[in-house]
């Protein structure tokens, strides 16, 4: 049975259907995830068993740690500035950023110099974020545009950037048409528009053949170049983590997750999840196009590994009763083996300045 907030996300789609014809998947993946009301993200807590999904800092506090450390590292070797924002975009529950607070209390001078910030968008999730990281001050943010503007900026993101919404075009016998959401007889149907200007002009792709289907992300990329044009004028880093692919190439990567399972796009709505996968290409181009350097981009895995998980994990085990160690051992193989999440996720670290030797990469 869909929720009220569910049907209520169906009739708008609807009327604004009715009323200017089919709509864009970006429109239509910004308002099912984004609706300040009955959006996916405003009304409950997706992640973990009773949720819809399960991501990497919610598996295993070893993840969070490491990145905690990577961040540190940067950190010193821009110098260790004094004050620095600490930014986290799309944070969930708080996990990640309050396990890589913990393990960087040791690290001399981190913990006073640390503004905290966090990009959330979801008011159920800030509540859950305030839980979670409350010993440290802690300012939240709709846009990157209210960032301060006089300190580095050291940025993490995991699973944030696949939530941001794409848009779909399919190589037809007609040419290049836009994929788009409809609605026919009581249900939400795909609709082809004819494209006005070729979608992949100017891009490095091979020529399409019939049915390849082109995912373009021009507010996932400007996201980006806004955050590095912050970077490049501020200072800092920014590690970008989720699933994707290094090279840009054709696919359709649009995906509806409910209860760990995956569902038809067009079902569910406002109750399941809705992502795609993140081409790294072109948030790297979005990098260089503000001047940062791209520091590397590698696949979860291995950089979990270079960074000494499986070090770290060994040291865990040797103190673990039976049941803990059951834990670490499986969290390290979700976490790192290829068939899990090791190949599929994918890590690029990018920032301000050339003689800065980031681990993992
Ligand atoms: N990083 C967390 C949560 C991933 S889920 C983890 O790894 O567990 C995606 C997160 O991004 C949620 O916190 C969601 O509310 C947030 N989010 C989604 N779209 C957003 C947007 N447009 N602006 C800011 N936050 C957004």
Redesign the pocket.
């Known amino acids: 049975m869909s929720s009220q907030a569910s049907n209520n996300l169906k009739q708008l789609l609807r009327e604004r259907i009715q009323e200017k014809g089919p709509m864009p998947v970006s429109e239509y993946m910004g308002l099912i ?2 609706h300040p009301e009955w959006g996916y ?1 405003m009304r409950q807590d ?2 973990g068993h009773n949720g819809d999904f399960t ?4 598996i295993s506090q070893m993840f969070g740690e490491m990145i905690g450390l990577w961040l540190a590292d940067i950190w010193m070797q821009s110098g260790s500035p004094g004050e620095f924002i600490l930014l986290e ?5 708080g ?2 950023m309050s396990d890589a607070l913990r393990a960087t209390k040791g690290v001399k001078g981190f913990h006073d110099a640390v503004q905290l910030h966090l ?4 008011c159920f ?1 800030k509540e859950k974020q305030k839980q979670a990281l409350n010993a440290y001050n802690t300012v939240w943010h709709e846009t990157i545009k209210t960032l301060p503007d006089n300190a580095p900026i050291f940025m993490v993101a ?3 950037f696949d ?2 919404p794409i848009d779909q075009y399919e190589f037809t016998s007609n040419g290049w048409c836009e994929r788009k959401i409809g609605f026919e007889g009581d249900a939400f149907v795909w609709v082809l528009e004819q494209c006005a200007v070729d979608p992949i002009e100017g891009l490095n792709l091979p020529k399409p053949e019939h049915g390849k289907i082109f995912e373009a992300a021009p507010i996932r990329n400007q996201f980006m170049q806004e955050l590095s044009s912050r970077i490049y004028k501020q200072g800092g880093a920014a590690l970008v983590i989720d699933y994707g692919h290094l090279r840009s190439g054709y696919g359709d990567t649009f995906q509806a997750v409910y209860k760990h399972d995956f569902v038809d796009v067009l079902s569910h709505i406002g109750d399941a999840d809705l992502t795609s996968h993140v081409n790294f290409d072109e948030l790297e181009n979005a990098a260089l196009e503000a001047s940062l350097e791209i520091w590397g981009k590698e696949t979860q895995g291995e950089f979990l590994k270079k960074l000494g998980i499986q070090v770290y994990a060994s040291k865990l085990l040797s103190a673990a009763n039976e049941k803990q160690a059951d834990d670490i051992q499986k969290a390290l193989h979700r976490l790192t083996h290829s068939d899990e999440m090791g190949s599929l996720f994918k890590v690029m670290g990018v920032g301000y300045g050339t003689n800065i030797k980031p681990a993992g990469f």
């Open positions: 995830l984004g993200y997706p992640l991501t990497a800092p919610e975009c799309g944070p969930g529950r996990t990640l990009l959330e968008t979801s999730l995991n699973e944030f939530a941001l």
